[in-house]
């Protein structure tokens, strides 16, 4: 597995940007991936965050096993974290936010507070935030670094928001984080093979969620040797072809990362919670 080196300028610049908000924070709205509880959070290398009250936010929780995101928010809970777990893109599970925050902040309603929303690209802040505050104001779309500056975003309570853009580990000492990174599409497609994503996918998918990986294909994966035959049969099935009929391994693998994107495969974690 490659061992990537992935910080692009902007990175490092939000990186700068985040650490000099950081100090006027109130608290931090760090928002994670529920499908990856694990290769999403990566806040702590900004020594700052350690020092601020903070709330978890398992987002997109409408693409993940359900079981395994109610696992994941029991498990940061009892470590004494605050945890919310919330589609942003059709805003729920946010009800009761600024209670909690003002419960976390043990504030009565005068004060005013700051909260800096902080992720890995393509997570959810800016679409968290305009749930927030109930308009479209923070720029969103479905591609990593969207939002490249910093701003403000006053809410009708008395909390406004930091829209960051998403920063992630400088280095990927552990290859099975960049590759869920890449595989949730949080990092750019052109950074990792496609092919040996998918294939990555595949395994998990027999592994855990075989019936709804073979629903959504309409194939039988049990007569398939490997990961490769599986990948091989789905592009036969869906005419993933080039000349001659073979088969295009690049398109197969792009329809099933697709498709575990949008949820087509099911609601489907990559990392589970070990007290799950
Ligand atoms: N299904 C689903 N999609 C979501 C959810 N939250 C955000 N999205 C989608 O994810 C994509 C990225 O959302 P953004 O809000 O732009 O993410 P961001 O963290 O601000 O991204 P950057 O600014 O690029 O770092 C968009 O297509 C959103 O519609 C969610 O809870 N569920
Ligand atoms: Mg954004």
Same mark, same amino acid.
């Given at each position: 597995? @490659?061992?990537? @080196?992935?910080?692009?300028?902007?990175?490092?610049?939000?990186?700068?940007?985040?650490?000099?908000?950081?100090?006027?924070?109130?608290?931090?709205?760090?928002?994670?991936?529920?499908?990856?509880?694990?290769?999403?959070? !990566?806040?702590?290398?900004?020594?700052?965050? #350690?020092? #601020?009250?903070? +709330?978890?936010?398992?987002?997109?929780?409408?693409?993940?096993?359900?079981? /395994?995101? !109610?696992?994941? /928010?029991?498990?940061?809970?009892?470590?004494?974290?605050?945890? $919310?777990?919330?589609?942003?893109?059709?805003?729920?599970?946010?009800?009761? $936010?600024?209670?909690?925050?003002?419960?976390?902040? *043990?504030?009565?309603?005068?004060?005013?507070?700051? *909260?800096?929303?902080? =992720? +890995?690209?393509?997570?959810?802040?800016?679409?968290?935030?305009?749930?927030?505050?109930?308009?479209?104001?923070? #720029?969103?779309? !479905?591609?990593?670094?969207?939002?490249?500056?910093?701003?403000?975003?006053?809410?009708?309570?008395?909390?406004? $928001?930091?829209?960051?853009? =998403?920063?992630?580990?400088? #280095?990927?000492?552990?290859?099975? +984080?960049?590759?869920?990174?890449?595989?949730?599409?949080?990092?750019?497609?052109?950074?990792?093979?496609?092919?040996?994503?998918?294939?990555?996918?595949?395994?998990?998918?027999?592994?855990?969620?075989?019936?709804?990986?073979?629903?959504?294909?309409?194939?039988? $994966?049990?007569?398939?040797?490997? /990961?490769?035959?599986?990948?091989?049969?789905?592009?036969?099935?869906?005419?993933?072809?080039?000349?001659?009929?073979?088969?295009?391994?690049?398109?197969?693998?792009?329809?099933?990362?697709?498709?575990?994107?949008?949820?087509?495969?099911?609601?489907?974690?990559?990392?589970?919670?070990?007290? =799950?």
């Amino acid at each position: 597995m @490659q061992n990537i @080196q992935w910080f692009p300028g902007h990175m490092a610049k939000a990186k700068r940007l985040i650490s000099e908000k950081l100090r006027l924070a109130d608290l931090i709205v760090e928002i994670i991936d529920a499908r990856i509880p694990v290769s999403s959070r !990566n806040l702590d290398i900004l020594s700052e965050i #350690k020092k #601020k009250p903070r +709330i978890i936010v398992l987002n997109k929780c409408d693409l993940a096993d359900s079981t /395994a995101t !109610n696992d994941w /928010a029991l498990s940061l809970g009892s470590k004494g974290d605050t945890v $919310f777990f919330s589609d942003c893109k059709l805003g729920r599970g946010l009800d009761g $936010f600024t209670t909690a925050v003002r419960k976390l902040m *043990a504030t009565d309603n005068k004060k005013r507070m700051r *909260a800096v929303v902080c =992720g +890995i690209p393509n997570v959810g802040k800016s679409s968290f935030i305009n749930k927030m505050i109930k308009k479209r104001k923070a #720029k969103v779309e !479905n591609k990593p670094a969207v939002t490249r500056g910093v701003g403000w975003f006053r809410t009708k309570y008395d909390i406004d $928001f930091l829209d960051t853009p =998403g920063v992630l580990w400088p #280095k990927f000492e552990d290859p099975d +984080i960049g590759r869920n990174l890449a595989i949730v599409g949080s990092i750019r497609h052109n950074v990792f093979d496609s092919e040996m994503l998918a294939l990555c996918l595949i395994e998990i998918l027999i592994k855990h969620y075989k019936i709804p990986f073979e629903k959504r294909f309409n194939v039988d $994966f049990s007569a398939c040797l490997d /990961a490769s035959e599986v990948l091989l049969t789905i592009g036969k099935k869906r005419g993933a072809l080039m000349s001659g009929g073979v088969i295009n391994k690049k398109r197969a693998a792009d329809i099933i990362l697709e498709e575990f994107r949008s949820a087509k495969v099911g609601r489907i974690t990559l990392e589970k919670c070990n007290n =799950g």
